[in-house]
Structure formats: C-alpha cells, structure tokens
C-alpha cells in the first residue's frame, strides 16, 4: 500500500480536474518539476492508485438513461457462475461481492424501461440466482468521487526538499 504525501495529492487533484494534460502542464499548474511529476506518475501507477489512463464515460449522455440497482441472492457456491452470467450481460456495468442480506449489488444501464425489464428477466434466468430485487436509480445526488477520501487522509510529510513552493 502507497502512503500519499501532499505533493501526491496535489498531483492527483490536478490530473483530476484536467485529465488531458500532459507532463509538462502538470508541472505548471502543481509547481513541480517535469521530472517529479514523471516520476510519480509512474510511482503511482505502478502502486495501482492510478488504475488507468482511460476517459471517463457518461453512460446517460451516450443514451443510457435508465439506470438501477440489482441485488441478487445466489446459490451457495456459484459465485463463478454468476460472475460469468452477469459479464455476458452488456447492460451489467458492474457487480460486486457483498455482505449482509444479499450477495451480490449490480449496477446495470439501459436505454428503456422495457430494456431494463428484459436486462431484468435475464439476469434471473441465471442458473445461480435465487432471488433479485432492484431499484430505479432517479438522479445523482453525489457523483463518483475520490479525492475527497484521498485528502482527508493524513498525508505523508513530503520527501522533497525545502526550497519546494508549497502550492496551497
């Protein structure tokens, strides 16, 4: 696990706010030196906190406006065979392992109602699936985020020397 540190963060939250920059714009708008911001860029990837280079996509702009919530109860034992169900599915954008009343929380996107209820149908046509209950997603109160969390984590004492102009 990588401890961040505030020049991290700094570098993060540049990133975040203008994914298309490049090495040297980074270094502009964090203050830092091409070489740092090229070395922990690839300090951070290499950790896995960047996790790709890919753009995000807006799943309602491309036309995928209904959205819900999945949760299934599985048959003890087939977490493969769900997985494997649920990836066939193009309108499962992801699934995840859960705790507590139910075993697995998706989060599926379609262009329709009728779509949804077909998208629907099949995922309880899985072999494995005992149970499912979904709900309707109507707008987005807080969107995905993570900087946030990563600031208010105490952050490492910088590693750089102190004639660094501390860009806060």
């Given amino acids: 696990m990588l401890s961040l540190d505030r020049i991290d963060l700094a570098l993060l939250t540049a990133l975040t706010e203008h994914p298309r920059a490049g090495d040297l714009e980074l270094s502009r708008r964090t203050q830092l030196a091409r070489a740092t911001v090229q070395s922990r860029l690839r300090r951070l990837t290499e950790a896995g906190v960047i996790a790709d280079w890919a753009p995000t996509l807006?799943?309602?702009?491309?036309?995928?406006?209904?959205q819900a919530y999945v949760t299934l109860e599985i048959a003890?034992?087939?977490?493969?065979?769900?997985?494997?169900?649920?990836?066939?599915?193009?309108?499962?954008?992801?699934?995840y392992v859960t705790t507590g009343a139910f075993d697995v929380l998706c989060r599926v996107a379609t262009r329709s109602h009728?779509?949804?209820?077909?998208?629907?149908?099949?995922?309880?046509?899985?072999?494995?699936?005992?149970?499912?209950?979904s709900v309707m997603?109507?707008?987005v109160l807080v969107p995905p985020r993570m900087l946030p969390l990563l600031a208010s984590a105490e952050p490492e004492p910088s590693r750089r020397a102190p004639a660094y102009r501390d860009p806060d």
Avoid at 58 to 66: Q, S, Y
Avoid at 79 to 91: S, T
Avoid at 126 to 131: C, H, I, N, S
């Fill in 58 to 66: 807006d799943i309602v702009a491309a036309g995928f406006e209904v």
């Fill in 76 to 95: 003890q034992g087939a977490l493969d065979e769900v997985a494997r169900d649920l990836e066939a599915i193009p309108q499962v954008l992801e699934a």
């Fill in 114 to 133: 009728p779509e949804l209820q077909a998208t629907l149908v099949r995922i309880v046509q899985a072999a494995a699936v005992v149970r499912s209950t």
């Fill in 137 to 139: 997603v109507l707008s």
